[in-house]
């Protein structure tokens, strides 16, 4: 602001000094100052404005930070989920013996030595194949 006002003396001198007419001078200078006014007016309202959009910005920060934070734990949930599934143990109950034993879910076997009789128990995850299903209807 302060080098508007000086930019402003400078201009009044400055017609002063090349405006020889004391009438025109006058006018000039009533004109501008008028001029001004609007100028000066805008730049508040400018800045009013950008004032009101920071805040509206800041409350939208807010908001993503809000659910940006809910995001997370909803992730955190998903991945605890993941992990309880991972160390998730399966019984088993050998059908030659009876004996009952855990071990840890792992899809990609097939069958398991029964650690008491030493038989191989085939597993069952659920999805079985219709190979499964006819030996199981067969005994
Ligand atoms: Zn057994």
Redesign the pocket.
Known sequence: MVSIKNEYKSFLDDIEKNIKNKEDLEYIKKRFADFLEVVIEKMDYILDYKEEEMNKLEEKQNQIEAKISSMQKMIDNIENDIYSEDGYDFEIT??????EFIIDVDETKTEVQ??????M?ELDWGNDTPDNKDEDDDM
């Open positions: 050998c059908p030659y013996c009876n004996y029964c650690p008491e009789c030493k038989n128990i």
